[in-house]
């Protein structure tokens, strides 16, 4: 009998790299490290051990020690690993060196995020946007990669126009960094246009950390099937969609998610994606409350609307997820810290948390708890905008609560 040959995608192994410095703490380093894991899992890897190691400074030829490189070589080649992946970004002499010790596949996190970016764009729109920040995060690494392609078996990191680069040079690699930034500027002045002819309409752009929950609200809100999925970058193209609330019409739309470290090639090849951002009249920033480091996450996204010029906008703090969020209570004579467990929707509007911004909700878009109420403020706060373009409209949309939509 002959056995049928499987087709199933056998998945690369990995191994993650981290470095203490002396202004970091343990910890952080493994919140990094959990979320470069998820990255790998989001690329199609399997992580099968982590390597941290404190350090002064990062050794300018191979990142981490002597030492600890032969740690790591003697434990890919024990257990067959197809990939070593750090979590910063290295320099083309730190990746040349690494794959000359290892005699695997290096990867740093920016090239594993544009992998991730790669794997997630289905238009063409984004497909340009991602092949061009590919060209220039490749162009300072190109003398790594012509030794690197000639063993080449495809794999996470490298997609894309990985093959091409093996009979071309830096020359053309520029040349095609110019049609591409060419195509890309054609297409933002469409989409310029497209944005003027929506006229004055209120536009609401949804901002946050990646795999928050943006999509689903949106879909929850504007009753769309936008892609939503608990991974990484599941959302690339910024879709927007009409919503009425009572009979108030505005724009929604959902954007890329932000992350730690986000690849500054990415930033500017998603230049027109985040135009959504800073023309928009009104933020809705989600935040995943049920994560550790939510904080962090309000902080990143905040510095990076800040960058791209989207940062002094009227703002909702949604705090999704709170289904998933539990806070311990404790006796009163229990002096230690708390910890979270069965707090409800009462106390979590009593805490800090709802100090965070000057508009804050807490709901759950999965579970659609508290959502009438998140409606109500979203139309509050839209018909402000619109009632101070047009004031005689003021009679044709009321004040309403939760309890009128």
Do not use: C
């Not at 199609?44 to 400074?57: C, M, N, W």
């Not at 690494?98 to 290096?106: H, I």
């Not at 209120?202 to 943006?214: D, E, P």
């Not at 800073?278 to 962090?296: A, T």
């Amino acid at each position: 009998m002959i056995n049928p040959i499987s087709t199933a995608k056998i998945q690369e192994k990995a191994v993650l790299v981290g470095v203490i410095l002396p202004s970091q703490k343990e910890q952080e380093i493994t919140d990094y490290l959990d979320e470069l894991e998820f990255l790998t899992e989001t690329a199609g890897a399997i992580t099968l051990k982590r390597f941290i190691q404190k350090v002064d400074e990062p050794n300018p030829r191979t990142f981490i020690g002597s030492g600890k490189v032969q740690e790591i070589l003697r434990y890919i080649d024990e257990n067959d690993v197809d990939m070593v992946i750090f979590d910063d970004e290295l320099t083309p002499t730190q990746l040349r060196n690494l794959e000359y010790e290892f005699k695997r596949k290096v990867l740093d996190r920016t090239n594993l995020i544009l992998d991730v970016f790669a794997q997630r764009a289905k238009t063409a729109y984004a497909k340009t946007q991602v092949e061009l920040a590919q060209y220039q995060f490749l162009l300072p690494r190109l003398k790594r990669m012509w030794t690197h392609l000639e063993r080449q078996r495809g794999g996470i990191g490298l997609r894309g126009p990985g093959e091409r680069e093996i009979e071309t040079d830096r020359r053309i690699i520029r040349n095609r960094i110019a049609t591409l930034k060419e195509e890309l500027g054609k297409i933002d002045r469409q989409m310029v246009t497209q944005r003027k002819n929506r006229g004055s309409v209120v536009r609401v752009a949804l901002v946050g950390y990646t795999n928050v929950g943006k999509s689903t609200i949106m879909n929850l809100i504007s009753k769309s099937d936008v892609f939503a999925e608990n991974k990484l970058f599941a959302t690339l193209d910024t879709t927007v969609r009409k919503v009425v609330i009572g009979n108030l019409p505005f724009l929604l739309s959902d954007t890329v998610g932000f992350i730690r470290k986000l690849p500054h090639q990415l930033v500017e090849s998603f230049k027109s994606t985040l135009d959504e951002v800073r023309e928009s009249d009104l933020l809705l920033h989600v935040v995943d409350i049920s994560h550790p480091n939510f904080e962090e996450q309000i902080d990143i996204v905040n510095q990076t609307l800040h960058e791209i010029g989207g940062g002094n906008k009227p703002t909702i703090l949604v705090f999704n997820k709170i289904d998933a969020y539990i806070w311990t209570r404790k006796p009163d004579n229990d002096l230690t810290s708390k910890t979270r467990e069965n707090i409800s929707l009462d106390e979590l509007k009593r805490t800090w948390i709802s100090k965070k911004g000057t508009h804050t909700i807490f709901i759950s878009a999965k579970q659609k708890i508290n959502i009438d109420e998140f409606r109500a403020m979203l139309y509050q706060m839209v018909r402000e905008i619109h009632v101070s373009r047009y004031p005689y409209d003021n009679f044709l949309y009321p004040d309403i609560t939760e309890a009128n939509l």
